[in-house]
């Protein structure tokens, strides 16, 4: 399709064990966007890059949290240790640009820590 | 601090009627506006925004009304339609581009 693409769509995971989340954006996007929503809660940004590049990372709850892009395209956010509180929905978005461009959203990775 | 509210957290409107959809926000430095749709187990689909330098844009059913002065925006959706029956976001630009997001409005469009 010509969406966002993320997968897993759902992860159950032990505390403690790592994970990894992957996002494909829209073909031609620079921008890049990982958001978070959890129980009850808005979006959360979490981090933005910009071509390979992440000029703002500041949303990252943790340094168990951190996130890659390569080659301009797929991104990987990756949750070291999980806790039970990252359990959450966790977004991906890209734009054509940056600046006053809308965000287009893929449908997300639900992860559940037990 | 919320820099984006939503204070209503749903809004039941008659189908064929006008929904009117609130969001107030804090920070005179946001420059561009969005609002998303939310269904259950899907991600936000964005639907319509507007530039700070603008009061108005329009798109088909939906208009998003812009006052800066009031650091207030709403979206109309008429004639409202039983597949409305969602969550709406609005959002606003921050700093470095990311998006600041509302708690959201479940509104129901009732047949």
């Known amino acids: 399709g010509a969406g966002v693409s993320q997968s897993p769509s759902n992860k159950v995971t032990e505390k403690g064990k790592d994970v990894e989340l992957r996002c494909d954006p829209i073909?031609?996007?620079?921008?890049l966007y990982w958001y978070r929503q959890s129980l009850g809660q808005g979006l959360e940004f979490l981090i933005y890059?910009?071509?390979?590049?992440?000029?703002?990372k500041s949303g990252l709850p943790s340094d168990r949290f951190s996130a890659e892009r390569t080659g301009g395209s797929v991104s990987t956010l990756t949750i070291q240790r999980t806790q039970q509180e990252d359990s959450a929905v966790y977004l991906c978005?890209?734009?054509?640009?940056?600046?006053?461009?809308?965000?287009?959203f893929g449908d997300g990775t639900r992860l559940s820590i037990l | 601090d919320q820099q984006v509210k939503q204070n209503s957290p749903s809004l039941s409107v008659q189908e064929g009627r006008i929904s009117i959809l609130n969001c107030d926000y804090t920070n005179s430095m946001f420059d561009y506006f969005l609002w998303y749709k939310k269904y259950p187990a899907e991600g936000p689909t964005f639907l319509i925004s507007i530039s700070s330098i603008k009061d108005k844009n329009e798109d088909g059913r939906f208009t998003v009304f812009l006052n800066k002065s009031a650091k207030h925006l709403s979206l109309h959706i008429v004639p409202s339609q039983p597949g409305d029956s969602a969550v709406y976001f609005c959002a606003a630009r921050g700093a470095t581009n990311k998006l600041i997001f509302g708690t959201g409005t479940l509104l129901a469009v009732q047949p």
């Open positions: 978005a890209s734009s054509l640009e940056s600046g006053r461009k809308p965000q287009h």
């Open positions: 890059f910009q071509g390979n590049s992440a000029p703002d």
């Open positions: 073909s031609g996007h620079t921008a």
